[in-house]
């Protein structure tokens, strides 16, 4: 879905560091931890909410109940 705004446990906004993962993990090519350290996510609560993140809204998407068929 939509990655959460904040942590669950610490409340730490995290949603805008989901990009900047991607793009570490794709560029750079650094494994998980070596992405999660350069973002400067040391308490292992907010590591946890950008780890366990599924994007899943473009495949949502496809499932539009309102969109018309003509």
């Avoid at 570490?24 to 780890?51: S, W």
């Amino acid at each position: 879905m939509i990655i959460p705004i904040r942590c669950f446990t610490c409340g730490k906004v995290v949603a805008h560091l989901w990009n900047d993962y991607l793009a570490l993990l794709e560029k750079q090519e650094l494994t998980t931890g070596q992405a999660l350290d350069k973002l400067k996510l040391d308490r292992y609560c907010c590591r946890r909410m950008i780890l366990t993140h599924v994007d899943l809204i473009d495949k949502l998407l496809n499932y539009n109940i309102y969109k018309t068929t003509v």
